[in-house]
Each structure stands twice: as structure tokens, then as C-alpha cells.
């Protein structure tokens, strides 16, 4: 039996199929995966995320800290409320995680880890903490629930909750709101508009009941990963882990390089393969014929060169095959994708693979 | 669940198979296509392919994984389920009738793993 969040009973209440993901029984889908993947980009889906692990950062040098061991760089959050994507480096450049830190106060930033992670994460986090003044928070008392979806603002705004509905109204893209009740982000991973929601264990079945009731249609993982794919978002441990670097892996924007004057774990590593020169880049994959991709096919480029699909599924969206990959670096718009022995035309293109729907 | 059809003979990899005088029509069971999930594109065999039972035939893919299907029957293929192109959702939505993946004209005995509705069933009960 594997880990369960505080919200094992309503999936299973309302007919969720339960699979393993990172020693959690979490829920698949609820009937139609696809069904709730376009519940997402047309209306509001709710996904219970609290297998991922929220960490406080408390104190003093909590700034100074993050800024050493992200890539990207917490100065760049000018006022409390704000959120941030970054990658958390070795010393090779690898890539040990991806997250979002949220900025709550001067001495509190907040931080979300991928589970699978979690316990890594952490280990190395306290291994660097040397003289920082700070103190490391695994909240394993929280939950976190992602209502996704360009209706979720709308439907969020009729809770009967005043504080609630005026974060609601009031935070933007990348920003977050934090009370004695709830914390709120405007974050997710499906590249639609919605909201990350954190609450006390205690609560949080009431919170998933409610917004149940208010229109969210519950969602499971199954849907999360052709949402985020389709986003152009990577999956860690797939499409990206401790020895690829964010060059390699479509994050060079997450690196904040300047200012020049702030030393930060992985950049030596990183300005030396910059001036060596990336041979790879991850790119994404349209297949031009029916089919499905998968993750680990080969890649085949016009000059005879390989590479490897890290994530593929169906895109519901598109009504064709996607993926991520890793190939050489090329001009190329089109490759050839190995499936069952045999190769089948694809595109090579951007991420995201949809155009994200405007948002407020 | 649906209920198992009585008329169809079931195959340990969950392939069902109705026989009609040489003509063998197959297809995947409810169970399958509960396992896969939305399915979204099946690979078909090429008509006049010759098989033996247990080869490998056709795949099934669903957004979340591909399921080979095994020929339960010996024999050749006459017909493949032109509507699964476009509407591979009826594997789904109809497994044991619009659902069906192809026909084999049947040549040599059939095997004798074939099972019955009740012995399939008594198969689910147990995994």
C-alpha cells in the first residue's frame, strides 16, 4: 500500500482509478482521462497535488540563501507576493529539482518540491546550508489543491469567502497571497489560468468539497501530464535530471546569469559548457502521421543523427501524437521518430505545442 | 463492468473471439479497455497476413499506454475494422461489438486455451 494524501476517500468516493506515482496512491483519472484534459483548457478541473512537498524557508538569510543555491535569481522578485520558476543545480550544472519559490516575507520564502524529490531535495538543501542564518520547514501539515482551468477565476469568486474572492480578483500570473487560512498562487502546470491552493490537512477535504460544488471537476494525473506536455512544461526525471543541465533541457530562461556578482551552485559548470558550446537541445515533436509517441524512441535527424524522445503521449487538444526530445542541435524542422522498428515523419517544433489562453 | 457475452470465447491475454462457421472476429475485452483507458489509435494488421495463435497482430494505444494484441486464433486475415481510423473511442465505448479489431479466416484446429465466459470471468475474479 502506498502513501495516501487527505484526500484517498473522496477519490476513491468519486470513482477515481488509483495508481502508484512516487509511493503515493494517487488518482489516474475518474473515468475519462481525456474528458478531464479538456474539462481543463475549456472550463475548471481541481487536482489534488498534496503528494508534492511544500518547504518554508524561514529567517534572516533566507534571501541570500535561495540566491546561492537557485539558478534563477529571488532578486528578481521586487516585492512580497511574488513567485519565481528555478531550477536547483549541483555542482555540475545537473539539474536536482525544478520548483516555484514564493516570496511571503523578507525572512519567509516558500518552496514546492516535486515528491519523488522530495527526500533528496532536502537532504541537499541542509547540506547547504553552512552559515546562512535560516531554518529548513517540511510542512507535511499542508495540502495543496490546483484548480486549473480559464473558468476557475470566475467560479473561485462566488465562495463565500471574503478574503478568499478578494486574492481571487486581486493576484496576477506569478503571484501569491498568504493568510492564516489559506495561502493562494496563481500558478500550475497545465498552461491555463488557475490557482495553486495550500490549506491545513484538516481542511482540506472541506476546501475540495466546496470547490467540487462551485463547478471544478475533479482531475487526475493522467490528464496533468498530457496538460502540462501540451504546455511545453517538463516532467522531472523525464525530460530532464541530475545530468542534464537547464541549456539542454528548454530552460535556458530560468538561468539568471546577471548579475554578474552573484555566485550560485552549478554556474562555473554552467558558463563552461556555455563556452564550449551546447550540442543538444530539447525540442518538441509533432508526429505527421497517426500514432502515438512514447518516451524513448529514437530520434533520426536528415544527416543521420540521434536523439531520444524524453516524454510523448496524445495531445488531446492538437488530436495528435506529441512529444519532448533531445536532440542535436539543428535547423532541421522535421525528423524521422522510431516506432516498433519502424520511422514515421515528425515536426520539430517549440513548446509549447497550444497557444495558452489569455489571461486576465 | 459490462456483463461477459456467453457467445464469445475469451483468451488468457483478454483478447475475446466469435466464431462464425471459418470466420473468427476478434476483438479486446471490457476488462482491456478499462485497463487501458481512453484508447486513441490501433494498429490494424495487413489483410492477407498469415498467423498463428498467440502472434502478435495488432497494437492498441491508449493516452497513457500501447497494448499489443495477440491472435487468439490461427488463420488469415479477411477484415480489418475500417471505423477504428478515425473512431478508435469504440474500443471503449463498445468493445464487444462496433469495437472489434479484425477477422482471421480459420485454418487448423483452434487452441484449446480458449476460454469460456464463465472461465474468463472466474480469470478477473482472481487478478
Known amino acids: 500500500m502506498g502513501k495516501r494524501t487527505e484526500l484517498y476517500e473522496q477519490h476513491l468516493a468519486m470513482g477515481a482509478k488509483m495508481v502508484d506515482f512516487a509511493g503515493f496512491d494517487m488518482p489516474l483519472h475518474y473515468g475519462s482521462q481525456l474528458e478531464e484534459h479538456h474539462q481543463v483548457r475549456q472550463a475548471a478541473g481541481l487536482f489534488d497535488v498534496s503528494h508534492m512537498v511544500v518547504v518554508d524557508i524561514l529567517g534572516t538569510g533566507a534571501r541570500e540563501y535561495l540566491r546561492y543555491i537557485l539558478a534563477n535569481d529571488v532578486d528578481k522578485m521586487q516585492h512580497r507576493g511574488k513567485a519565481l520558476y528555478s531550477c536547483m543545480l549541483n555542482d555540475q550544472g545537473g539539474i536536482i529539482d525544478d520548483l516555484i519559490v514564493y516570496f511571503l516575507e523578507p525572512e519567509h520564502y516558500r518552496i514546492v518540491l516535486n515528491a519523488g524529490t522530495a527526500a533528496k531535495d532536502l537532504a541537499w538543501m541542509e547540506s547547504q546550508v553552512n552559515h546562512f542564518a535560516l531554518g529548513l520547514h517540511r510542512r507535511d501539515d499542508l495540502s495543496i489543491l490546483a484548480a486549473q482551468g480559464p473558468k476557475s477565476p470566475a467560479l473561485l469568486n462566488v465562495l463565500d469567502q471574503p478574503l478568499f474572492t478578494d486574492a481571487v480578483q486581486t493576484i496576477k500570473r506569478f503571484e501569491c497571497l498568504d493568510n492564516e487560512n489559506f495561502f493562494i498562487a496563481r500558478t500550475g502546470y497545465t498552461g491555463e489560468d488557475g490557482f495553486e491552493l495550500i490549506v491545513r490537512n484538516t481542511e482540506v477535504v472541506q476546501w475540495w468539497q466546496q470547490l467540487c460544488a462551485l463547478g471544478f471537476k475533479p482531475c487526475g494525473l493522467g490528464a496533468r501530464d498530457t496538460l502540462r506536455l501540451e504546455a511545453g512544461y517538463n516532467l522531472y526525471g523525464q525530460d530532464m535530471d541530475e545530468t542534464t543541465s537547464p541549456w539542454c533541457s528548454n530552460l535556458a530562461w530560468t538561468v539568471a546569469l546577471k548579475p554578474e556578482n552573484r555566485l550560485f551552485i552549478g554556474k562555473q559548470a554552467l558558463l563552461t559548457e556555455k563556452d564550449r558550446g551546447v550540442n543538444t537541445a530539447l525540442v518538441g515533436l509533432i508526429l505527421e502521421t497517426k500514432g502515438v509517441l512514447r518516451s524513448h524512441q529514437r530520434v533520426f535527424l536528415a544527416d543521420g543523427r540521434e536523439g531520444m524522445t524524453t516524454s510523448g503521449s496524445f495531445s488531446p487538444s492538437l488530436g495528435k501524437a506529441i512529444a519532448l526530445a533531445r536532440i542535436p542541435k539543428t535547423e532541421d524542422s522535421h525528423c524521422q521518430v522510431e516506432i516498433r522498428d519502424q520511422r514515421y515523419p515528425a515536426s520539430i517544433v517549440k513548446p509549447p505545442f497550444i497557444s495558452p489562453n489569455p489571461l486576465n | 463492468m459490462k456483463p461477459l457475452p456467453q457467445n464469445l470465447k475469451y483468451s488468457t491475454t483478454h483478447e475475446w473471439v466469435r466464431i462464425d462457421n471459418e470466420i473468427a472476429t476478434v476483438g479486446i475485452s471490457d476488462h482491456a479497455q478499462a485497463l487501458l483507458g481512453d484508447v486513441v489509435f490501433v494498429e490494424l494488421p495487413e489483410i492477407g497476413k498469415t498467423l498463428s ?75
Open chain 2, 53 to 127: 495463435s498467440g502472434d502478435e497482430i495488432a497494437v492498441v494505444e491508449s493516452v497513457k499506454a500501447a497494448a499489443d494484441v495477440y491472435s487468439p486464433v490461427p488463420g488469415q486475415v479477411t477484415a480489418v475494422n475500417p471505423k477504428l481510423q478515425d473512431s478508435p473511442e469504440l474500443i471503449n465505448q463498445d468493445p464487444y461489438d462496433q469495437g472489434w479489431l479484425f477477422q482471421i479466416r480459420l485454418q487448423g484446429d483452434l487452441p484449446f486455451t480458449l476460454l469460456s465466459a464463465e472461465d474468463y470471468q472466474a480469470l478477473l475474479d482472481a487478478e
